[in-house]
Each structure stands twice: as structure tokens, then as C-alpha cells.
């Protein structure tokens, strides 16, 4: 047993001593403990998360050191994330990136001057293991969306966490959809959740998107969501410039999405299946996307089959309804009618004010009509009336 544990057990039997009223004066024992307690330090003195079990908010904060993240694409948004991850503790980050540090990767957070040059998961992992040295640090510096790449991307998710089974969550921190349709190509055929982030051309708006196999809509289930700003993209667009490169809207996204990461693996509060930010108008729109059953991935609508099968846990009791009438006599023949419209379910996705899809899809052919052969024999034949055509 080491110094912390044995003034910790100390410190135990002090307070069971003293709530026993064992001993004649309390004083003296309040003081030794204070004395005591104030000896005892914090096991993962890197972790920041201390503040969580004081609050009464989580019961255990030290569960996130057994825990690993991927976290794929360490750019503007990817990198904060995978540091304030670090601050926080995490057990194991694993990084997936294929770019270098630039210079004109200066105007964000995290990266420095003089690791320019340096791939991101080399020069994220050097910073990183500065910050908090008890995080294991994996890094893949590769293209996970070429052929060779996807699969070693699936393994390495499936295969990579601490436990050496699958990571606990992955966080999408790409830029382009090309690299968020392989995540989401991954995940759903892994049965992986997985959180998906963005920040848009304009710089001022920005999403996190929690998504769950089967219960929640995948990113292909339905176009991708922006955040409406009302600012022509198009005049955003100049050769060698990344528009979507505002410290301060990425820091705020990856803000969120380690919040609700945290809140998804600590185990409280309510994890926001959609959450965006308009920095225009400071608005936060929320909004939970069901599954696409039509869903072009086959995985997608294999896990909404699985889901729709699992029961269903019933935790609050039915509470007793008094059918009884509330007045035996009616004298006006009185009776009420229930007017409200029954919910119609709509597979489509339903978005929140202040945000709008990325694109529409073509709508289905719908199904030709059969053609109506009238098969009435009432009135003259043909050759009827063409023998009265011809008298007139």
C-alpha cells in the first residue's frame, strides 16, 4: 500500500472514530484529519476531472482512464479535441490524419510555428504526450478513405482499445464528405456509435451529430444539416485559403463535442444527438434524426432491424387512470371528443428551425397507375352506328 492509500485509510478511521463520539474531545481529530486530507493527492494528477465527483455529477470520474477514443482528422477542430481529451485524462487517443502542419495552419489553435512541416498526428502526439504523459498516444498517418487504408481503419478501430477490443467512441473531425461517408461506412457495418463534427465554409456556424446503429438516423441516411447563416458561400471560396479556419468557432464545436463525449462516457446529463451553432445570432438549434428504413447502406437498415427487435426497457410504471366520470349526472348531454391528430410516423428527416440539408435527394418514380380497361357493353355496336352515319 503506498503513502496516498495509507492516509487515505487513516483518514477513514479517524471520521468512523469520530462519528462514534469514541473520543473526548473532537477537536483534536477534526484537526488531523483536515491536516491529513490536505496530504492526499489526486492518483492521475493530469486528470481534470476531479471537479465532476466533487459536484456529485459522476460517481467515478476516474472510469475515463480505461477508456479510448479515435479520433479521426486532427485539423482545426480535431486537434483541440484530442488536447482537451488529454486535460481530461482519457485512457488511450488514437489519431488518424494524413496532412502536415503548414504555416497557414497558425491561424488555429494547438499547432505551433515550428512543427511546421511535421505530419499532424507526429507533431499532436509530441504536444500531447507534453501535456499529460500518462495518455497512450497511437497515431496512423494515412488516407483512410483508399481501399487498403479503409480496411486497416476498421481493424485498428475494432481491435485498438485498451482492453484490445473496439475504441469506446470514435469522433469524426474531417473536413470533406467523402472522408465522413467511410467513417460512416465503418461504424455502421462495426456497429460502432460514433460522433460526427463540422464547421462550415462561412466560419460562423458550425454541428455535432451523435450517431447510433439502428436508433438514430447514420450520415447517410439523409443529406448532411447545415446550420443556415444567410452568407453566400460562394463569395467565401479563394484559391489556397480554408474559409472554415476561425479559432473561435472550432474551439466552440470542439467544445461541444468532448462535452457530450464525456457526457456519453461518464454517464451523464442528456447527450445531444444533433446540436448547432450559429455564431450570427448565437443560436443553438437541437433535434434528434430517426433512421432512414430506405437507407442506401445495407448495414444501416441490418442495425434498425436489429434495434427495432431488442425489447424495450420499461423503467417508469404506468401511472392508474381514473376512468371513473367526474360527475355522475349530465344534465346537458355533454361529451367530449377527442380532437387531437394522431402522430403520423415520417421516415424523412425533420429539421429544426435555423438549420437546413446540404443538398435534397432525387425523389423515388413512383409506381405507374394501372390502366383502366372499361369492360361496359351497354348502347350500340360499332357497326351501328356507323350504319347511322351513313343514312345521315
Known amino acids: 500500500m503506498d503513502t496516498t492509500e495509507k492516509l487515505k485509510s487513516r483518514i477513514a478511521e479517524l471520521e468512523i472514530e469520530l462519528a462514534n463520539e469514541k473520543s473526548k474531545n473532537a477537536a483534536p481529530v477534526r484537526q488531523k484529519i483536515a491536516q491529513m486530507s490536505s496530504e492526499v493527492v489526486d492518483s492521475n494528477p493530469y486528470s481534470r476531472l476531479m471537479a465532476l465527483k466533487r459536484m456529485g455529477i459522476v460517481d467515478n470520474y476516474e472510469k475515463i482512464r480505461e477508456l479510448t477514443v479515435a479520433v479521426v482528422g486532427v485539423g482545426g477542430v480535431g486537434s483541440v479535441t484530442a488536447e482537451m481529451l488529454t486535460r481530461c485524462g482519457i485512457g488511450k487517443l488514437v489519431l488518424f490524419d494524413y496532412d502536415k502542419v503548414e504555416l497557414a495552419n497558425m491561424n488555429r489553435l494547438f499547432f505551433q510555428p515550428h512543427q511546421a512541416g511535421l505530419s499532424k498526428v507526429d507533431a499532436a502526439a509530441k504536444t500531447l504526450q507534453a501535456i499529460n504523459p500518462d495518455v497512450e498516444i497511437e497515431t496512423h498517418n494515412y488516407n483512410i ?66 450517431i447510433v446503429p439502428g436508433e438514430s438516423a447514420c450520415f447517410g441516411c439523409a443529406p448532411p444539416l447545415v446550420v443556415a447563416a444567410n452568407i453566400d458561400e460562394k463569395t467565401l471560396k ?21 462535452q457530450n463525449t464525456l457526457k456519453y462516457l461518464l454517464n451523464f446529463g442528456d447527450t445531444s444527438f444533433y446540436l448547432g451553432y450559429n455564431a450570427m445570432l448565437d443560436f443553438f438549434p437541437t433535434m434528434t434524426l430517426r433512421p432512414n428504413p430506405n437507407c442506401d447502406d445495407r448495414y444501416c437498415r441490418q442495425r434498425q432491424q436489429e434495434y427495432q427487435a431488442k425489447p424495450k426497457d420499461i423503467t417508469v410504471a404506468k401511472e392508474e387512470i381514473d376512468d371513473t366520470p367526474l360527475h355522475e349526472d349530465n344534465e346537458w348531454g355533454i361529451s367530449l371528443i377527442d380532437e387531437t391528430v394522431p402522430d403520423i410516423e415520417d421516415t424523412s428527416a425533420t429539421v429544426s428551425s435555423g438549420v437546413r440539408q446540404a443538398y435534397t435527394l432525387p425523389a423515388r418514380p413512383a409506381d405507374p397507375e394501372p390502366e383502366i380497361v372499361s369492360t361496359e357493353t351497354s348502347g350500340p355496336s360499332l357497326e351501328e352506328l356507323m350504319a347511322q352515319m351513313k343514312s345521315i
Open 145 to 210: 478513405t483508399t481501399v487498403d487504408n479503409f480496411q486497416h481503419f476498421m481493424d485498428t478501430i475494432s481491435k485498438s482499445s485498451l482492453k484490445k477490443g473496439a475504441v469506446d467512441l470514435v469522433l469524426s473531425c474531417v473536413d470533406n464528405f467523402e472522408a465522413r461517408m467511410a467513417i460512416n461506412t465503418a461504424c455502421n457495418e462495426l456497429n460502432q456509435k460514433w460522433f460526427e463534427s463540422g464547421v462550415s465554409e462561412n466560419a460562423v456556424s458550425g454541428h455535432i451529430q451523435f
Open 238 to 258: 479563394r484559391d489556397g485559403v480554408c474559409a472554415a479556419s476561425l479559432p473561435t468557432t472550432m474551439g466552440i464545436v470542439a467544445g461541444f463535442l468532448v
